[in-house]
């Protein structure tokens, strides 16, 4: 194995060219094998059939005469898939050997039943498409069937962008918006972003509970998930926001052997290792085996190597044994284990005005972009454990049941630094004193000690999918038990002041040591979180087919919410709710297959506790915030395949939000009355329009205000809510045929405007501005070895993300890749 570094070649393109030269005469004298065939249905060709080797991303489509072909196939036995809406799913084991063209031909049959998800792993025309799901709907649906809206980025496009993370895998997704760098601390999880104007973090696994705490690899990921809208009713309120959710689909195991390993380095000494590697374990290829694990390192942009890392392991296990055709089990695994420094995030300090600091906008700071501000030593150490298993029983031809139970725990301990802008009008506290300006900066810890949180989920789902009569009807009918133990220490506070732009002053102060002996000198204050919440659900949903054309969808879920009381930072008394999700859809496909038109009413809610008083003296228990949401729009899978595309139009009402309307004799007067709306567009591409040529892309406008709340905010538009307009693209072409096949470059980026992180009556408004990211990439990618480079942030723009805090983000970076694929 070879590292490819490009960060500091002197000629790029005379090493390129190089290893091109070489790559070709290898791939030259290299033994290959294969397949080709014709594809009939009654008694005619079929053009547009995907056809490949499962286990591999080897595929390709039939042409106008039915015929396709898989070349330079290493010896040995693969299982040939083919597939195409309509038809029975067919599956073939072959035979190759050296140097020898195998002849393998299939005819199709009519089939009224929905192609099961990842049929066919090899190359499609549309090859960033996903045009089925088993999650979002808790069945298998196609996507113009499917009343909801929800992008989804797959394992190619991962591999053409040189992804390792669900965090980069994001910035594909349209209307999602990062704004929160994972902390690393249990409690806390991941990354958060921002998804119709509501916070959002990736809670889900597979369609069940698989919480993170640091950033989550993409090593076994085979696909990421972004479901839009109040998603309640299938999945709960615990584990989603009323902007939706996202759900990490993973790598499965097959029956062949193979797999990959790759090495990886590049700017801000970035270096990691990964392996994906699959086996069957018995003669009958009824038990396999599949191990994909990462190993991560990075230094930080500011001040590169010296206070600022991240470094992170990821393994993860799984193992399938289908000891019959009706019967299948899957056991799996997550491990996470990380140590790093959080990254510099910037509060605006709690009370501060706007107008005290002289500026309103993040690249108006008096802050350098580059500087660490911050010492060694102020390590966090993060662990998550994820178990899941899954036994899928087909009791009948049209039903199955899914049995899941999954196990999330997470563990953190150490140092979380984090930092104050503050005016100097606030901090020398003089009412004399009134001049705008900023000149120092609040240093601070909040810190944690043992910390842990476990997730426990029991889900059993049974699935039917028959008629009554004419009309079919695909139903799941859903059991859940959600637990949630929270065991969480933080403890920590202000560290020191330090002086900005002052030539010579040492920001290493503020370092692990120090931080160690002021706990010492003073025992800093601790902030528990000890609650334990149990959640019972029920639900169940039926799509129905009145017509080939029409369906409708109607869904329904009983909540029984138990929070065991606890420490929540102060004692919190012990409570229970139900609260009552439904949903609705209705699809409408004019022309079969290719275009559909639908509408989805749809439900979330978050549980509040306690009782308030009204001004009028009454008292009243606080009932569930409840959000609902309208949508409508069009989706296509037109030019037979080639473009797939999304186009809605939304709109979510808050309603029942505490307005805290002050205490009177120390009792808390409120009124539950307060609303918050959330409207706006959306567009999903993805097409195909050349042989080679791919395109990805989409459009966000949302529009977010606070509707009769607290005076403070009323009318604007909430400080979480992110950019108003976003963009994502990414244009790819990939020579297909020729002494060149699989040599590809890719180019695009993302847009987000203006990001109002304070916006209010009594502080001001502070924005982030606007930014345009670029990123592009090349790859060569031949039957064993890979070869790619990327550069993201390609013009090296300065540009921050973050909700009630700014966090500035990643310099132009270069890593170069190398894999072997067997």
């Known amino acids: 194995m070879y590292v490819l570094t490009l960060k500091r070649l002197g000629k790029p393109s005379t090493f390129l060219l ?90 199709l049959e009519q089939s009224n039943e929905q192609l099961d998800e990842v049929v066919v792993e090899g190359q499609q025309t549309n090859k960033f498409a996903r045009k089925q799901s088993e999650y979002v709907g808790k069945m298998q649906l196609n996507n113009l069937e499917n009343p909801q809206v929800y992008a989804t980025v797959g394992k190619e496009l991962l591999a053409e962008q040189l992804v390792f993370s669900v965090d980069d895998a994001t910035r594909n997704a349209p209307g999602l918006q990062k704004m929160w760098e994972p902390t690393g601390r249990s409690g806390d999880g991941g990354s958060f972003y921002a998804s119709r104007g509501f916070v959002v973090s990736s809670q889900l696994r597979n369609g069940v509970v698989g919480s993170v705490t640091s950033t989550v690899d993409a090593a076994n990921l085979e696909k990421l998930e972004v479901i839009k809208g109040p998603s309640a009713t299938l999945y709960g309120s615990a584990l989603t926001s009323y902007g939706g959710l996202l759900n990490r689909v993973t790598k499965k195991p097959y029956e062949t052997f193979g797999g990959e390993v790759a090495v990886s380095a590049g700017s801000y000494g970035f270096h990691r290792v990964s392996a994906d590697v699959n086996t069957p374990l018995n003669t009958a290829k009824t038990l396999a085996f599949r191990l994909n694990a990462a190993y991560n390192y990075e230094d930080s942009f500011q001040n590169a190597g010296y206070a600022g890392f991240v470094k992170n392991l990821a393994i993860a296990p799984s193992l399938q044994f289908q000891p019959t055709e009706r019967l299948t089990i899957n056991l799996d695994a997550e491990v996470y284990r990380g140590t790093n420094v959080g990254k510099q995030l910037i509060y605006l300090y709690y009370g501060d005005k706007v107008d005290n600091f002289g500026f309103s906008r993040a690249d108006q700071a008096p802050l350098d972009y580059r500087q660490s501000y911050q010492g060694p030593g102020l390590t966090q150490d993060s662990r998550s454990t994820n178990l899941f298993g899954q036994v899928r029983y087909r009791i009948s031809p049209s039903f199955t049941s899914t049995t899941y139970l999954s196990s999330s725990r997470s563990y953190s301990e150490g140092k979380g630094p984090y930092f104050y802008l503050i005016s100097d009008i606030a901090l020398r506290n003089d009412s004399t004193f009134t001049t705008p300006g900023v000149n120092n900066l609040l240093r601070a810890d909040q810190s944690t000690q043992n910390s842990r949180r476990q997730t426990y989920e029991v889900q059993q789902l049974f699935n039917g999918d028959f008629k009554l009569g004419s009309l079919r009807n695909r139903v799941v009918l859903g059991l859940d038990f959600l637990r949630i133990d929270s065991n969480v220490d933080f403890f920590g506070g202000t560290f020191d002041t330090a002086p900005l732009n002052v030539p010579g002053y040492d920001y290493r102060t503020f370092n692990g040591a120090a931080v160690d002996a002021a706990y010492a000198a003073q025992a800093p204050p601790h902030y528990l979180v000890t609650t334990k919440i149990n959640t019972y659900s029920a639900f169940v949903s039926d799509v129905l087919n009145l017509t080939e054309k029409l369906s409708v969808l109607a869904a329904v879920r009983v909540d029984r919410y138990d929070n065991k009381g606890g420490i929540l ?254």
């Open 569 to 822: 930072y102060s004692p919190v008394p012990a409570y229970a709710q139900t609260a009552v999700s439904p949903k609705f859809g209705l699809v409408y496909q004019p022309i079969k297959d290719r275009v559909s038109l639908f509408a989805n009413y749809q439900n979330s809610f978050n549980n509040q506790n306690g009782s308030y008083q009204t001004p009028e003296g009454r008292s009243f228990a606080l009932k569930p915030e409840h959000a609902n949401q309208i949508e409508g729009g069009v989706k296509l899978d037109a030019a037979g395949g080639r473009v797939s595309a999304t186009v809605s139009y939304y709109d979510i009402r808050v309603q029942n939000i505490l307005r805290n309307l002050g205490t009177v004799g120390g009792i808390s007067i409120g009124a539950q009355d307060g609303t918050q709306w959330s409207r706006g567009a959306e567009l999903n591409l993805t097409a195909n329009p050349l042989t080679g040529l791919n395109v990805v892309g989409g459009f966000a406008y949302n529009y977010s205000k606070f509707v009769d709340t607290n005076e403070d905010v009323n009318g604007r538009r909430p400080n979480t809510a992110s950019s108003p307009y976003l963009a994502n693209a990414w244009v790819s072409y990939r020579q297909p045929t020729g002494t060149l096949q699989g040599l590809g470059v890719g180019f695009g980026g993302n847009y987000a405007s203006d990001n109002k992180i304070l916006n209010s009556v009594s502080q001001g408004v502070f924005t982030l501005p606007s930014y345009t990211v670029l990123n592009a990439s090349a790859f060569y990618d031949l039957p064993h070895y890979r070869f790619a480079v990327k550069v993201d942030n390609l013009t090296d723009k300065h540009y921050w993300i973050g909700y009630t805090t700014f966090n500035a983000q990643k310099l132009r970076s270069i890593v170069g890749s190398v894999s072997y694929k067997f």
């Open 18 to 107: 190089t290893v091109l030269g070489c790559l070709i005469a290898w791939s030259a004298s290299a033994q290959t094998s294969t397949i080709q065939g014709r594809i009939n249905a009654a008694g005619q060709p079929v053009m547009g059939v995907s056809i490949g080797l499962k286990g591999t991303t080897i595929g390709s489509n039939t042409d106008a005469n039915g015929n396709y072909q898989l070349t330079q196939l290493k010896p040995g036995t693969y299982t040939l898939g083919v597939s195409m809406v309509g038809y029975k799913t067919q599956q073939h084991r072959v035979e190759v050997r050296a140097n020898e063209a195998v002849t393998k031909d299939f005819t």
